[in-house]
């Protein structure tokens, strides 16, 4: 049975840092490309990122890019999600989800089984 | 990425059929047949309930169904019951290798 557990959020200011674990369990984590996906609070999803199974690649939603890092450590099964220069706008439930799918080790792969999130606060 | 065009509510009474439409361009829906689509109840974590246009995962109800036309996707749900009330997104890989999420529909059975 797959099990994602969301950690690392909390109260930020605006300008700071934070960095975002999900670790994983219940199915070969080195074989799934891994997604962060967010929701702000009342408001719809929103894609963040996404790294393929191997971490040799990794995209970004052009609200994040070059401020979020994605990666991963397949010998911890732990996916990660560095945070820079937080934004208001930042604040949201951050969701992990595993790669499912047809191209399920790709960037194609479609967000499948999520965590429960955890909430990040960006605020002066 | 502009985010995909779907309906704001939908509503319908239980036992009828209704239909979500999910709208994107060339770039994602249009090209790629990898559209999923989420179920999320208040307060919980999305479900997976479609897979690359119109796959069910394994435990999923078959009264739910996708399909595509064009750059627009759908989600039917047949047999609607009062479980079923919740907010839908569709999602689409797009030709930047990301993902985008469509806007949002609420569910309401009568």
């Known amino acids: 049975q797959v099990h994602l557990v969301e950690s690392g959020g909390g109260g930020v200011q605006p300008g700071t840092s934070l960095r975002l674990s999900c670790a994983a369990s219940?199915?070969?984590?080195?074989?799934?490309?891994m997604h962060w996906v967010r929701q702000a609070p009342g408001k719809g999803l929103e894609w963040v990122s996404v790294i393929w199974y191997d971490g040799h690649a990794q995209y970004y939603s052009d609200s994040v890019k070059g401020r979020f890092i994605i990666s991963r450590d397949n010998s911890k099964n732990t996916l990660f999600l560095q945070m820079n220069n937080l934004r208001v706008e930042d604040t949201a439930v951050y969701y992990c989800?595993?790669?499912?799918?047809?191209?399920?080790?790709?960037?194609?792969?479609?967000?499948?089984?999520w965590g429960q999130g955890t909430l990040v606060t960006v605020s002066s | 990425q502009s985010a995909l065009t779907q309906p704001a509510s939908v509503s319908g009474s239980p036992g009828q059929s209704i239909t979500i439409s999910c709208t994107g361009t060339?770039?994602?829906?249009?090209?790629?047949?990898?559209v999923s689509w989420y179920q999320q109840h208040p307060g919980k974590a999305p479900k997976v309930i479609i897979y690359?246009?119109?796959d069910r995962p394994s435990g999923v109800s078959d009264r739910f169904s996708g399909s595509q036309s064009g750059n627009t996707a759908s989600l039917t749900i047949s047999g609607l019951q009062a479980e079923d009330e919740a907010d839908y997104y569709c999602s689409s890989y797009t030709s930047r290798n990301t993902r985008v999420f469509g806007t949002g529909t609420t569910v309401i059975v009568l």
């Open positions: 690359d246009v119109r």
């Open positions: 219940g199915f070969i984590f080195s074989s799934y490309a």
């Open positions: 989800a595993k790669g499912g799918g047809a191209f399920s080790g790709s960037g194609m792969s479609q967000p499948g089984d």
């Open positions: 060339s770039s994602d829906v249009g090209t790629y047949d990898v």
